[in-house]
């Protein structure tokens, strides 16, 4: 395993520590909506609202952050972002309600820029062939920093006050952007080749249909991300419904971080040279089989089970998912490609609990068949798709057209 990790560059690994502090002191997006109905006073709907512009602030900065690296360098956009978020985040307990109202979903938008930045930087700073492993890497310390963040937070929030939480975050999110200008270098990998034409290269539109496997594994994710997404909010709705309290569903999340942080990084290095399409998809159907699970009934046995196999699937395809779209973007859209992707893969922080939520409340017993009828779906369209691919790679040159056909789908 340590052969394997020694690819990955040692600006990776200093950004990966930055990455995990960070992460620790995330835990505003945790406690916003307790923090808006008890201290703030405003009631479910506002605070709703409120959280609500939030998510679509957050999805609006990763389908914009590698656009901005492209053209400035996607280090600066990631340390602007960094110092801009954390300010806001700082000072956001202090504002009254109609800037607050501005205010949060801004800091989201720049966690959102930030995220995109992010994946860029290590996508132009990794070579292919070592990107899965330093993404892996990079999701291992985020996650290991989500698991310590919010018992820390709720540490924060009761024995201080949730106002220190926006504090803790905003300066954790200015220290991160202090640590990327000191252990990232300003230059190498702080911007993306420039296109042959001169720099301005091919539209974007023209790049993603030279892609075609590219927008098949783009709604494949969109679909995923929002049966994922369900046990972050029908799921726990479900739980209880079947006289589950809130201690067994932390347990069950923790199953989540503990199963990610123990394989993620063995996963991709065991995994580095199967063919990418092939892993995805097997992960989207993991996790559509992890609800499926759910089909037997609301016992601990089940809920576990669901609970592993959704977390192997996000294992298998988020990290393959994001070296695999770096590695077939061309040099000038890196980061518009890692924008791409990271926007869609966010999707369902808007799109799975209103559309969970219909349903569950409309039809409860058909949540769970359709989440995991979509999941295999969504997978064995992306398993086709690499079955696909690996048979036109193996065609000679001269009935592809191209060798490079294999790659881009």
């Given at each position: 395993m340590l052969r394997g990790l020694k690819d990955v560059p040692r600006p990776v690994w200093l950004l990966a520590g930055g990455v995990f502090v960070n992460a620790v002191v995330s835990f505003t997006f945790v406690f916003?909506?307790?923090?808006?109905?008890?201290?703030?006073?405003?009631?479910?709907?506002?605070?709703?609202?409120?959280?609500?512009?939030?998510?679509?602030?957050?999805?609006?900065?990763?389908f914009t952050g590698g656009w901005f690296g492209d053209r400035h360098g996607h280090r600066r956009a990631l340390l602007t972002a960094s110092a801009l978020g954390g300010a806001v985040l700082v000072t956001l307990p202090a504002l009254p309600l109609?800037?607050?109202?501005?205010?949060?979903?801004?800091?989201?938008?720049?966690?959102?820029?930030?995220?995109?930045?992010?994946?860029?930087?290590?996508?132009?700073?990794?070579?292919?062939?070592?990107?899965?492993?330093?993404?892996?890497?990079?999701?291992?310390?985020?996650?290991?920093?989500?698991?310590?963040?919010?018992?820390?937070g709720a540490l924060v929030a009761t024995g201080l006050s949730y106002d220190w939480l926006f504090v803790a975050d905003g300066i954790g999110t200015l220290f991160f952007a202090v640590w990327t200008a000191r252990v990232v270098p300003a230059r190498g990998a702080a911007r993306t080749a420039a296109a042959p034409d001169g720099g301005r290269g091919r539209g974007i539109r023209h790049e993603l249909r030279a892609r075609p496997a590219l927008l098949v594994l783009l709604g494949a994710i969109l679909v995923i991300d929002v049966v994922y997404r369900q046990q972050y909010s029908t799921f726990p709705a479900f739980l209880a419904d079947h006289g589950m309290d809130t201690r067994v569903y932390g347990l069950l999340i923790a199953v989540n971080g503990g199963v990610i942080l123990l394989l993620e990084i063995p996963a991709a290095l065991a995994l580095r040279a199967r063919p990418p399409l092939h892993i995805i998809g097997t992960g989207l159907v993991l996790v559509g089989s992890g609800y499926a699970a759910l089909l037997l009934g609301a016992a601990t046995s089940t809920t576990v089970a669901m609970m592993v196999l959704v977390s192997l699937g996000e294992i298998l395809y988020k990290t393959t998912a994001t070296a695999y779209v770096a590695d077939v973007a061309p040099a000038h859209a890196v980061g518009r490609f890692q924008s791409l992707y990271a926007g869609v893969s966010v999707s369902g922080v808007v799109l799975s609990a209103p559309l969970g939520g219909l349903l569950y409340g409309a039809a409860p017993g058909l949540l769970w068949p359709l989440c995991a009828l979509l999941g295999v779906a969504a997978g064995g369209t992306v398993l086709a798709l690499g079955a696909r691919t690996v048979r036109r790679a193996a065609r000679p040159a001269h009935e592809t057209g191209s060798p490079a056909a294999a790659v881009v789908g």
């Open positions: 916003v909506f307790v923090y808006l109905t008890g201290p703030r006073g405003l009631g479910t709907a506002q605070a709703g609202l409120i959280v609500g512009l939030g998510g679509a602030g957050l999805i609006a900065g990763n109609p800037l607050l109202c501005a205010a949060l979903p801004a800091a989201q938008y720049a966690a959102g820029v930030i995220r995109a930045a992010n994946s860029a930087l290590v996508a132009v700073t990794v070579p292919e062939g070592a990107r899965r492993q330093a993404f892996a890497v990079i999701r291992a310390v985020s996650n290991g920093g989500f698991t310590v963040g919010p018992p820390l």
